[in-house]
């Protein structure tokens, strides 16, 4: 196995250590140990060291929960100044063309179906403005769910409804409707169907470095791959688009440690020459990944010819749709529903963002017309969309420069304060 | 006519139609009140009114599920509107509730609501003088609705509101937040596994007395519900104008709540508390403001948390553990219907 530069500098280690400091005060987790302050200053100056160089880096995060995580903990205005995170598409609402949102409120407007979904996906605009949540407010039955087991109990529960789950996500939320769609065959119950669009990281992986490679003037060096889907795939598919373009590549799980173990791990491959998958996330993700889940997939599920992303246009082989056995479960396939091409708002940038071509505030919409509470553009709309995270934890902050920024106010009277009374 | 059935029970029609039925309905709230002014069972309680100002505040409870770890919807409908007269700096003195029964509910869950406002209401020393029961079809409410009225007493010459907050003032926290949030997510089998979280569902009038004893110059007090700690400090910001500063490493949070709200995807400052608040005080003061806290069984891990600073007007900023900071978002707030 391939080990993480971060091993190499005793992360993982001093992780564990922390944790075992902590036996005399339970109340230190595992997910605390992987966002211990000193070890992270430690790797914050072993990036800064490694990047003191003359040229500049730009990595993707390609996840959305990454792009989330790095606003969230604070990361970006740490890195030196020559370091650009690029925010990737990996999240799934945002990719979700708008036409596959009209294709769900059709489906309400013809049929009084439940409809079930996730919470951000209800938000989502798909033509004229109209969200899943509009459609509720006006009467029809949109349900919030956590997942598609809830859809399927719901079916049970409501004989007389036919309950549609609008399935959305990379690899990690595809087993868990792949079973639900299992259960459902195997109980032989009739009323409960999937919308699916589940989508692949790796052939959107491989379009990205398409899309740069043609792309006059955009520039992307590295890329940060995202924990979650690769302790179900497996890190095998990132070692041959890491391969097949020569691009470093590091696995990196979703704590502060874990991004900046990613980011000191592949600005050292470039400075180096190298080009190689590093697993940055050793502790849950393995080579193979979850074989039983990648076989309930294969059961449930085959490969499209296509799918047409968001911001990356159409891309081969990178969707699923439920297989034959399974088609009477299928949305689609029942209520034979079209998918009509919508175009976004003329001024929205996502597709750019997506692309890593533009910041979210480069956008003419952003924080303006557009905002998380009446979104315009996909990356609005989910708290992983680069826009959101921009707009929630870095409005009016300037994120280049941490110690200049206006709230950096003197905090040391305040713990002063506390000393006193403590 | 038949005496009601509190075991096997359940409400009809007639317990909301002003007969007999009825009659035997209020006869039991009034028992499990337990109070002159209710029992005298007039249109209205009339009682003496205290010299000075007064506080009033009304809550509406739709909590869904009816019973949850650490609480049910009777004593959330009792804290939630003391705890509203607390943050005014009064002693509340009594309340009012009005209960919306769905035709079918189970007696035996309304005695056990009863009895939980009744015991809690005992506890805190204020009297439910006056109520209202009606009932309505099976379908058209979800088991029961509470909606309370508290008043109160206002006990402190100091004057509490947004417009006293200034520049410079401290940012204080009673205690770890999320609690109740998540352990309504655990009740309604959202989280997939048993999370070890009770509700913090409490009347905090007590510990607002300890504080107002400690002699500090208060500027402001919010019970942190619906939309966590995350909301009143943003509404706070935006209300009075200014910008506030807030340090991650002082807010409490508890190893099963990081937990549950790292698996959900969920922020603890967003989450919802029963029995939190945020108090603004004069810089000097914070220590023996924090003193007071900390010797009241509710607010034993009381924090200083940040401070009220010029700007930028209506952001509050958080400083995160590495040095760098980020914005708290003001939450959307639709991820959680019906918490209380």
Aim: charge should be neutral; include cysteine; charged fraction near 20%.
């Amino acid at each position: 196995m391939t080990q993480g530069k971060g091993e190499a500098l005793g992360i993982a280690e001093g992780a564990k250590r922390a944790e075992g400091e902590a036996g005399n005060s339970p109340s230190l987790s595992y997910m605390e140990a992987f966002a211990n302050p000193t070890l992270g200053r430690r790797l914050l100056s072993a990036i800064a060291r490694e990047a003191a160089t003359q040229r500049d880096y730009y990595l993707m995060e390609f996840c959305g929960g990454h792009t989330h995580a790095l606003c969230k903990h604070g990361l970006l205005p740490l890195l030196p100044p020559n370091l650009h995170m690029v925010h990737g598409p990996g999240c799934p609402v945002c990719v979700l063309p708008a036409g596959r949102i009209q294709q769900a409120l059709a489906l309400l407007e013809a049929r009084e179906v439940v409809l079930c979904s996730f919470g951000d996906m209800l938000r989502v605009p798909g033509s004229r403005g109209h969200s899943l949540l509009s459609a509720r407010a006006q009467g029809a039955d949109v349900r919030m769910v956590l997942g598609p087991t809830q859809a399927l109990k719901l079916a049970q529960a409501l004989p007389q409804r036919e309950v549609v789950f609008f399935a959305v996500g990379f690899e990690t939320t595809t087993p868990p409707t792949a079973l639900a769609l299992r259960q459902a065959k195997h109980m032989g119950l009739k009323n409960f169907s999937v919308l699916c669009n589940h989508v692949l990281t790796p052939p959107a992986m491989r379009g990205i470095w398409e899309a740069f490679r043609g792309a006059e003037g955009a520039r992307l060096d590295a890329m940060v791959a995202p924990g979650h889907v690769t302790t179900v795939i497996g890190y095998k598919a990132f070692e041959e688009i890491a391969e097949a373009f020569g691009v470093p590549t590091c696995v990196a799980g979703f704590e502060p440690l874990d991004l900046l173990n990613a980011i000191y791990a592949l600005v050292c491959q470039l400075n180096r020459g190298q080009a190689r998958l590093e697993n940055g996330f050793a502790r849950a993700a393995t080579r193979e990944g979850n074989l039983h889940a990648q076989q309930l997939m294969r059961e449930v599920f085959e490969v499209c010819a296509g799918f047409e992303w968001r911001g990356l246009g159409h891309l081969p082989h990178s969707a699923l749709r439920i297989a034959p056995p399974y088609a009477a479960w299928d949305a689609q396939a029942k209520w034979q529903l079209p998918c009509p091409p919508i175009a976004d708002h003329p001024a929205c940038c996502c597709a750019k963002v997506l692309l890593g071509q533009k910041t979210p505030p480069q956008c003419p919409l952003f924080a303006k017309a557009c905002t998380p509470a009446s979104p315009l553009g996909a990356c609005m709309v989910s708290p992983e969309g680069a826009c959101s995270a921009y707009y929630g934890y870095a409005q009016g902050l300037p994120l280049a420069a941490p110690g200049e920024a206006a709230t950096a106010a003197t905090f040391s009277s305040l713990k002063g304060e506390r000393g006193e009374v403590e | 006519m038949k005496p009601l059935d509190w075991k096997h029970g359940h409400v009809e029609m007639n317990h909301g139609a002003g007969g007999r039925a009825m009659a035997q309905l209020v006869e039991a709230f009034v028992e499990a009140f337990d109070n002159p002014l209710l029992a005298a069972q007039e249109d209205c309680a009339t009682f003496a009114a205290p010299q000075g100002r007064m506080a009033l505040s009304t809550d509406a409870f739709v909590v869904s599920p009816l019973f949850f770890p650490g609480g049910d919807i009777g004593k959330l409908a009792v804290c939630g509107t003391v705890n509203d007269i607390a943050m005014g700096g009064a002693r509340p003195l009594y309340l009012s509730a009005s209960f919306i029964l769905e035709e079918g509910f189970a007696l035996s869950a309304l005695r056990k609501i009863v009895d939980s406002m009744a015991h809690t209401a005992k506890e805190a020393g204020v009297r439910i003088v006056a109520g209202d029961t009606k009932v309505v079809e099976r379908h058209k409410a979800d088991g029961m609705f509470v909606v309370s009225t508290g008043i109160g007493e206002v006990v402190t010459p100091l004057v509490l509101g947004a417009s006293q907050v200034k520049p410079g003032d401290a940012v204080v926290l009673s205690g770890s937040i999320g609690e109740h949030g998540i352990a309504l997510l655990s009740a309604r089998e959202l989280l997939g596994f048993e999370a070890q979280v009770h509700s913090d569902c409490a009347c905090l009038h007590g510990l607002v007395a300890a504080m107002l004893d400690s002699g500090a110059q208060l500027r402001f007090m919010r019970d942190a519900t619906r939309g966590g700690v995350a909301a009143v400090l943003n509404e706070l910001a935006k209300a009075a104008g200014l910008g506030m500063v807030i340090e991650a490493s002082a807010i409490a949070v508890s190893k099963p709540v990081a937990a549950a709200c790292a698996l959900l995807g969920m922020e603890p400052l967003e989450v919802a508390n029963e029995g939190k608040l945020v108090a603004i005080c004069a810089p000097e003061d914070a220590p023996r403001l924090l003193k007071a806290m900390r010797s009241h069984p509710l607010g034993e891990k009381a924090a200083l948390i940040g401070r009220v600073e010029e700007g930028p007007k209506g952001q509050v900023a958080m400083q995160l553990a590495l040095g760098s900071y980020r914005v708290v978002p003001w939450p959307l707030g639709e991820q959680l219907p019906r918490i209380c």
